[in-house]
């Protein structure tokens, strides 16, 4: 005889009683404001509900097994606090489809987990932070996106030109970073213009951030007005409001100016520097950088993304004082024009000399694997992977943590995948703590 076997599924509706929501001391607020109404009630006619109840009562509970009663009355009158409750609220939201329904419940049980997520300032720009804040944002509601403004080619060097703006374009792919990527406003956010005079090249989200920017006075209030469109996750800061230029001093002594430029040029690149030399850092980017408890530098161009933000004297000061934990994300192929034949080591240091403090971060995330059929553009174009001379960067007094951190497209081409670099870095976030409270106890 075969044995039969039951599953017992909670109900979705029992969602609500999940910790962590905040909803149940409300519900202990109703209930115990519906029983103090009832006495109240009871008072006005002099008792005689009460003793009736207490009378039925105590003939059912002579009748009936009491904790069988008990349990009864206290599952049914729950079921019917809770239908009522949940539906009065679906009924305040204009809620009528199931779908929708429980997608708000779990969309609230998320967003309350993720606002007690680590404070998280991320630092660098392009498209390398974009992808890491498409994978942190699962982690923690409380992220802050530091973004280079030194762009001064495409959609947005023509803006800054025509304009007078700070360049929306790493901007618009944060925001659209910690936004839903499913959403179609997101979409719409990224979609990019192949045709009309004057708009060919541009994308929507650049004109609509210029447009803000106009309207509000400042970039940070146009940031902030998209953000609350596209609802992120976080914020996203430009580094500074300052028209931020960089130029570089090449190996041979010459001087290039331009973020667009320095890597056509096919030197190797000395120094970074801005124009004007003494940029002055966003006050918000200080404050969340001392707040913090995890700092991000990179993935990204080590000398156009990165390490801008590091000449703001301010910024790098404050990463340096900061007690949170600190790690760079190192590129897992070398950029022809930047990093040709860098090794890990070789961008560690060139953070580290830019920056001008030796502890801007603890430790360093590497890629440790790699597919055996990388695309052949890569060889063509002098782009190889970087390799990860660890005995080197431990004589800088900082760690390496090795991990398969890539994903492959169709073409062969291998990127920073979003979900590993968040789970790498959240594995790492929490095994520091473990590591402090363990010192802490001994």
Known sequence: MKKMSYKFRIPKDAGWLLPGLQVKRWFGLIIVGTIIALLGLCVIFNMRPVYFAVGILKYIAVTVNQDLLGAVLVILGAYVFILGWKNTNYSILDLNQDRDRHAILESLYKRRKLNNGPKIVAVGGGTGLSTMLKGIKKLTNNITAVVTVGDDG?????????????????????????????????????????????????????????????ITGNMVRAVQESSKVLNIRGRVLPSTLDDMKLAAEMDDGSIVEGESNIPETGKKIKRLFTQPANCKALPEVLKAIKDADLIILGPGSLYTSVIPNLLIKEISAAISKSKAKKIYVCNIMTQPGETTDYTASQHVQAILDHAGYSNMFEAVLVNNSLPEDLSPDY??????????????????????????????????YVRHSPARLARAISYWYKKQLKDKKEKAKK
């Open 154 to 214: 495409g959609s947005s060097g023509r803006l800054r030109h025509e304009m007078g703006i700070l360049p929306p374009g790493d901007i618009r792919n944060c925001i659209a970073a910690l936004a839903d990527d499913e959403d179609l406003v997101t979409k719409l956010f990224q979609y990019r213009f192949k045709m009309g005079e004057g708009l060919e090249g541009h994308s929507f989200g650049n004109l609509f951030l210029t447009a803000l920017c106009a």
């Open 379 to 412: 060889q063509k174009a002098n782009s190889y992977p970087v390799l990860v001379d660890i005995d080197e960067i431990k004589k800088k007094n900082i760690n390496v943590v090795s991990t398969r951190l890539y994903e492959e497209n169709d073409q062969k």
